[in-house]
Structures are given as structure tokens and as C-alpha cells.
């Protein structure tokens, strides 16, 4: 059944939709969710505290994200709602932020649903009409060009400007199930092929499920592709030891790149540079020939369970002390310690994946007004685009800053 004529229909209800909603104002605006609840994925993010942005200026912030293509494609948006402009934006809408020390930010009260709760809010202040369990199934433009029809299971909707804010793949329970890329491609869009991003990964006879949950602090970890002896990538950050392999993001934010069969060697204490590490370790065995292992490595900062695993390995016991320990058994621990090996069994899918990366081509959108460059009137905002951040509030940032400008540029 035909209903009523929008000046904008937005398509999706999660982090860009509800900013777009948010940030528009003047027109006649229908919003079409396909789930029963809207910002299903926000309430989850950030371990349901959402990290909606983070502390980095424009430059900094989009040496976070895929590739070149994706920084320049961003910088108009982020340019024109930056990061501190975010914050300002939530914090005169009566949302106060807390910064961590690692420049992450989040509500004060620490609850994603606040965030959404906010954005509802200004929406329905402007006068958006949003609809629930109103899944978007086709979308054609009339022949005049001038209108869209947008088609749910059961009505249809005519606008002059529609939006898709349909997400990526990733989570698919929470809706973006990446039907919004067929959308896309109805109306002649091409897809990058869309792939897990911020994933974690299983390891080859992983020996750690014992003390899933644990993490290391400013892990340093070098990647190499099997078969190469030369790292693709070295890097450094927190790193969380799962059931059947690694995550945290150090992990999460190379695995774009990670591919099975790849080899790792992971420092099990912080490290900024192995060598130096390896020297530490021996000196530090040295000076304590009378001291157990189990207990030095324990106040190292080793938690009991991997010190115990470690020992095990290397057919040591947690009586042995460092005067005990033989030169190559010296050398294995030491290797263990400052350089793990790892061997990447599978990377996770869509299921657990935070992002997804791909998405709709670049080179066919405006990057100065997020719309279509093949029908006018047609926006894309968010995760759909071939856009992927780091984690660390990146993704939202994002999210929220295309659909500003998208906002933006329809009013005008
Ligand atoms: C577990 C997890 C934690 C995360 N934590 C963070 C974090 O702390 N910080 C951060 O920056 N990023 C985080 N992210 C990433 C971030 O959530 C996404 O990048 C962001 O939500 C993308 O916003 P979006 O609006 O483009 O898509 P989404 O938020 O996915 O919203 C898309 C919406 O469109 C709807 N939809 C899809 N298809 C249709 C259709 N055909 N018809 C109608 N509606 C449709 C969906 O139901 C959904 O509500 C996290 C992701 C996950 C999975």
C-alpha cells in the first residue's frame, strides 16, 4: 500500500541513521528500521558503555582507518564535525563525556542506552518519523527521476531524498544483515566485496583456554605471511588471551591483513623494543639465582596460570630456580617470553567481527556530501560505505560524522 510523501527517508536505525535524525531539521523525514528496536548495535558497543569517539585531532584520527583512499575519502566529514565537535555536540545535548587515559571517550554514566536515548530523542524533536520492524526490501527511482520509492514487506514510501544507513555485515542480529548493499546495487551501486574486520583469531594448538579473559599490556607482536621470513607488520598493543586463540587491539587492528597460516611472535610482558627486553630478562635471571622462577616471573606481572603453562613447556617445574636453569633452557624461556610463537588457525566471521570492511565503492560518492555521484538525491552514511577504523571509537566517529555532513548538505 502507497503512503505518504517524504522529503527524506532514511533507511537503517543504528549509529548514522540516528545522528542524521538527530542533526536534521526543516524537512519531512520518515525513518525505516528493519528491526523491532533501534541502535541495536550501539547498545552493545564499547562492552555496552559505548566509546563514541576519542581524543585525536582530524590528521591523527584517520591514520586510523584502512587505507589512504578511506582517510581522504573521510576528511570532509571529519573536518566538518571533528572529533571534539562530537563531544561538544553530546555534551550540549545534555550528555556529559568521560575521557580515559588512553583518549577513548564515553558517557559519564558509562551506558550505551543513553546514547541512543539521546539521539531518539532529538529525532522525534525534529519531527522524524521512525518505524520499527519495517525492513527495506526494494528501492526503485520513478522515471521522471525526480522520486524513490522505498518498499518495505508491507507498504511503500515516496521521498525526494533517501539515505542508506544500513550498516555492514558484521553482528548480523542486531540488523545489518548487509541487505542494504543489495539496496545499493538496485540502483547501479558497485560493492567492494565485503569481509570481517576487527576480528579475532584462533591459533594452531592453542595451550592458553585456561586463562581466557586475561590480557597483556603493550604486547609487541610481529606478523609474518606463511612461508615468509620477512614480518608483513610489527606492532604494539594490549593483547586478550579468548578461549581458541587472541584478540584485543593489538590483534583486532591488524586483522585486516591477517590471513590463516600466518606465523606471530607475541612478547608476553610489555615491550617496546625485543632486544632490549631480552637483555632485561637476562640480567634479571642473573641477579636472582636463589629466587623460584615461578615467583619472578609471577612478579614480572605474568599471571599464575600462563607462569605455571610456560614452566610446564618447557619441562621445568615451579620449584626451579634460575640458579637451576640450564643456559638453553635460559634462552627457551627468554624466547618464550619476549617473542611467543603463534600460528594463525582462522580469523572469526561476520559473527564476531566489530566492523565490517568494504562496502559501497567510494570513488562513486561525493566525499563532500556523502551523496550518490549516479542519482542524485541518493546518500550513503556509516558502515555501509568502504570505510573501516581501528578500534577505539573510530567507527562511530565515523558514523557520525558522515551523516552530519550528509545532514548538512540536504538542508541546504
Ligand atoms: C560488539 C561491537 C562493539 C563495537 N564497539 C564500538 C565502539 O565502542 N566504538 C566504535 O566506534 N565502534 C564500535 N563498533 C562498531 C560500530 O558499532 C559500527 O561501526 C556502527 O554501529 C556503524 O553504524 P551504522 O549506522 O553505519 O550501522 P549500524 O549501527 O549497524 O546500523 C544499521 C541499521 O540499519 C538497519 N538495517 C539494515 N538493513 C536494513 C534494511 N534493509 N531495512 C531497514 N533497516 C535496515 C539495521 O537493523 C541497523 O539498525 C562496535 C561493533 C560491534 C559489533
Redesign the pocket.
Known amino acids: 500500500m502507497m503512503k505518504g510523501m517524504y522529503d527524506v527517508i532514511i533507511?537503517?536505525?543504528?549509529?548514522?541513521?540516528?545522528?542524521l535524525a538527530a542533526n536534521i531539521t526543516g524537512k519531512n523525514v520518515l525513518l525505516?528500521?528493519?528491526?523491532p528496536r533501534?541502535?541495536?548495535?550501539?547498545l552493545?558497543?564499547?562492552?555496552g558503555?559505548?566509546?563514541?569517539?576519542n581524543n585525536k585531532d582530524t590528521s591523527s584520527f584517520l591514520k586510523h582507518f584502512g587505507n589512504k583512499t578511506q582517510a581522504n575519502f573521510l576528511k570532509p566529514a571529519l573536518l566538518n564535525l571533528t572529533t571534539r565537535q562530537t563531544r561538544l555536540w553530546f555534551e550540549s545535548h545534555g550528555l556529559p563525556l568521560t575521557e580515559r587515559d588512553d583518549g577513548k571517550l564515553f558517557p559519564s554514566c558509562m551506558r550505551a542506552e543513553a546514547v541512543v536515548d539521546l539521539l531518539k530523542g532529538e529525532a522525534s524533536r525534529n519531527k522524524v518519523e521512525a518505524k520499527t520492524n519495517?525492513?527495506?526490501?526494494s528501492l526503485t527511482k520513478d522515471e521522471q527521476g525526480e522520486t524513490y520509492t522505498v518498499h518495505?514487506e508491507h507498504e511503500q514510501f515516496q521521498a525526494k531524498a533517501v539515505v542508506l544507513?544500513?550498516?555492514?555485515m558484521?553482528?548480523p542480529a542486531?540488523?545489518?544483515?548487509?541487505?542494504?548493499f543489495a539496496?545499493a546495487k538496485m540502483l547501479g551501486h558497485s560493492i567492494v566485496s565485503p569481509s570481517p574486520a576487527?576480528v579475532a583469531i584462533s591459533v594452531t594448538g592453542y595451550p592458553y583456554t585456561s586463562i581466557a579473559g586475561n590480557s597483556i599490556r603493550e604486547s609487541l607482536v610481529e606478523f609474518f605471511h606463511a612461508g615468509d621470513t620477512k614480518r608483513y607488520t610489527l606492532s604494539t598493543g594490549d593483547l586478550l588471551f579468548t578461549h581458541d586463540g587472541l584478540s584485543g587491539p593489538v590483534i583486532l587492528n591488524n586483522s585486516r591483513e591477517i590471513r590463516k597460516g600466518d606465523r606471530m611472535k607475541v612478547s608476553l610482558l610489555p615491550c617496546s623494543n625485543r632486544e632490549t627486553l631480552r637483555d632485561d630478562l637476562v640480567e634479571l635471571v642473573a641477579n636472582n639465582p636463589k629466587k623460584q622462577l615461578y615467583t619472578l616471573l609471577k612478579q614480572e606481572g605474568i599471571i599464575a596460570h600462563l607462569a605455571e603453562r610456560l614452566l610446564e613447556s618447557l619441562s621445568l617445574t615451579t620449584q626451579t630456580t634460575c640458579a637451576n636453569l640450564t643456559k638453553e633452557k635460559r634462552k627457551d624461556l627468554i624466547e618464550l617470553l619476549s617473542a611467543h610463537p603463534f600460528t594463525v588457525s582462522s580469523k572469526k566471521g561476520f559473527n564476531a567481527?566489530?566492523?565490517t570492511a568494504g562496502g559501497i565503492s567510494l570513488p562513486e560518492v561525493d566525499r563532500k556530501t556523502l551523496e550518490s555521484k549516479i542519482h542524485k538525491g541518493f546518500y550513503f552514511?556509516?558502515?555501509?560505505l568502504d570505510i573501516d577504523?581501528d578500534?577505539?571509537?573510530?567507527?562511530?566517529?565515523?558514523?557520525f560524522s558522515t551523516?552530519k555532513l550528509a545532514a548538512d548538505a540536504i538542508m541546504k
Open positions: 533507511i537503517g536505525g543504528g549509529a548514522a541513521g540516528l545522528f525505516l528500521e528493519g528491526t533501534l541502535g541495536k548495535k550501539l552493545i558497543t564499547g562492552g558503555m559505548c566509546n563514541l569517539t519495517a525492513k527495506v526490501i518495505t544507513t544500513t550498516g555492514g558484521s553482528y542486531t540488523g545489518s544483515d548487509g541487505s542494504g539496496l576487527l567481527a566489530m566492523v552514511c556509516g558502515e555501509i577504523g578500534t577505539g571509537g573510530y567507527n562511530l566517529q565515523a558514523a551523516a
